[in-house]
């Protein structure tokens, strides 16, 4: 196997192109998904997400509410998939270097996954909670932040740097999440190729879509219920709710059973198989595009 470097720059800029893409797309299902994760007052139905979606239509600026949020979503989402991506590509480089013509197995692909998911929560989560805090309420919401800027003034003055960092634990463990998704995406490529011309066949936009698809509905299966704890950690009146991530388990557990920790799963699935989708098929063209121009 090749260990010839390559140009780092491209992962980042093609994973920032990928989460743009992405976040336009789907935004009103993730505001969707976020308002499900975070509703503790009834137990687990399907009909929610359809009165959510009514309730939103029938508000006075439906595009606006709709939309609420976008723009952490989007800063959120480019600036975490190029981390994401950079971190990945820079972490399987090295072990490529390391190996030689061994090449990489699962555990080398979870280990690159996991290291560079945790430096990516690590930089973004204080933007992931101004995001769940936007898209969990309305606009007209009592003390709802008015913007991106806005949320995170008010974080610093009322919470200091702890109120940017909540959630942090079940975010990290949700790093699990993508290491599973890149593990199987990664062997479904690896195994393909493999059966080809000796791998040397370059992948159609239809089978990015497959095996991006597969492997997000694996992970989502195994690593869902991270999302709704980490949701409920981070609305606006958590601390009157909560004391620890291990009394939101311990009561979403007693109120709403196991099928509270996957609220929002139908909508979460709806919107992150088509958007995983998007995502790794415009990132793998919009890397292929600028190492063909580079």
Known sequence: MSTKPKNKKVDAVAGFAAGCATTLIVHPLDLIKVRLQIDNRKKFHFGRAVEIAN???????????????????????????????????????????????????????????????????????PVWVIKTRMLSTSSTHDGAYKSMVDGFLTIHRHEGIRGFYRGFLPSLLGVGHGAIQLMVYEKLKTWYLNRQANGHVQLSTSQFITFSAFSKIVASLFMYPYQVVRSRLQRYDADNVYRSLSDVVKKTYQTEGYLGFYKGLIPNLLRVVPATCVTFVVYENTKKYLKYEI
Request: proline letters at 3%.
């Open 55 to 125: 309730e939103l239509r029938s508000s006075n600026s439906p595009f606006k509410e709709i939309y609420r949020g976008l723009v952490p979503n989007l800063v959120g989402n480019t600036t975490s998939w190029a981390s994401y991506f950079y971190w990945y590509e820079t972490i399987k480089q090295e072990l490529n270097i390391y190996y030689g013509a061994q090449g990489l197995g699962s555990i080398d692909y979870l280990a690159s996954a996991m290291a560079s998911g945790s430096i990516t929560v690590l930089l973004t989560n």
